[in-house]
């Protein structure tokens, strides 16, 4: 489906727009999570083909005729794996936030300058 | 073609939560919004054929990282206080 | 400002990219031969309801065993970076002390229910896990000085990672492939007691998961 495809993408430019613009370390990591977003929903509209149903095989699909009538399983099961994944970078990525809060007591990334030249 | 509709409402809502939670200035409501856009993922997911992944996503993607989120907000707030 | 300029030809470099892809992209009417032959292969090989099960269990089971070490990773990250520290206690409101007390079971079982259906309905052991994890955090809202017996969780999570692993070379021994599910009969299309190893496997990493989780969950609201 074209417009779920756009949605993706917008959300995608929306997530790294923001973890670009901006200064506090928590809205960085919220861009972070809105961009994992929307590149989940970029692989799943990838996977849609029009008029078919879940890949599930139950009684409402033809066993026979199965080829014919689920939609891609593999981007499910990849995008399944990215979101634990997600999940597993996002409270790393917010423990790393606190410990550096411990440190100086700010969360502006501008006080963090120890790696600039 | 009513997935069709659904799915451009339910993705003009996202795009501008997701502006809405960059800018925000309150913390906790930028959280918010953003559990919100991960909730509203889990039903486009739906309809583009895939209850698996929409399950994820509403119990980890919408849950689970809000709470996190918040009990990182939480700690570095209640470490405000103490100064 | 020279920053935000940056930022700014970033963003419309990007756009650019983004655009052209979209503009140029076209749907496909067909499965491709793999997914063809993952969905053919779920229900002839494998007699598993759910096509996106047996691929995360069985055709693609390294990625998955890769997938929880990730996780125990990133906990062991989490643990190491935030360790305990004591903060002031606080009391839940009455509502949500009583009625966690009996919805906590519910929660449970219902996660229970997800990752052993795993191979029938939609859900699996990653979903199951996850509601388990919430049962536990509704506990931990519900009465702030909880303590969770810290030496059960890492056995729960050890051990069912370890019967993981043990699962994957029994199919070695068998001579049929690492984390095969016909290591026991395949039984019949749709019933619960079907697909092999599959529901052993999924309850597994159910259980792993859950346990993993908790275990974040527990590390980050620091008490």
Known sequence: ?117 | MISVIIVVILGIIMMVAGVVALHLKNLLAAIITAGAISLLASVIYLILGSPDVAMTEASIGSGLTTIIFLYALNKVKKEDKND | MIKKIFVILTMIGLIMMLSSLVLNFEFVEQLNDLSADYVTGSIEDLKSQNVVTSVIVTYRGLDTLGEVTVLFLATAGIGFLLGKRKGKKRVASELLQTSSSFLVALIILLGVYIFSHGHLTPGGGFQGGVVIANAFLLLILSDASIKFNHTILQLVESLSGAFYVIVGIIGLVLTIGFLNAKIIPLGEFGRLISAGAIPIIYSLIGLKVGSELTNIIDTMRGE
């Not at chain 1, 919220?30 to 989940?40: K, Q």
């Open chain 1, 1 to 117: 489906m074209i417009f779920a495809l756009i949605l993706g993408f917008a959300l995608l430019v929306i997530g790294i727009y923001g973890m670009l613009s901006q200064r506090n370390l928590i809205k960085i990591v919220i861009g972070f999570s809105i961009a994992d977003t929307g590149i989940h929903i970029i692989i799943v509209s990838i996977g849609y083909l029009r008029n078919r149903t879940a890949p599930i095989l139950n009684s409402a699909v033809n066993l026979k005729n199965a080829v014919n009538e689920v939609v891609d399983p593999i981007p499910s099961v990849l995008v399944l794996t990215a979101i634990v994944i997600g999940l597993a970078v996002t409270a790393l990525m917010l423990s790393f936030v606190v410990e550096l809060y411990k440190k100086k007591q700010s969360l502006s990334i501008d006080d963090y300058q120890e790696l600039k030249w």
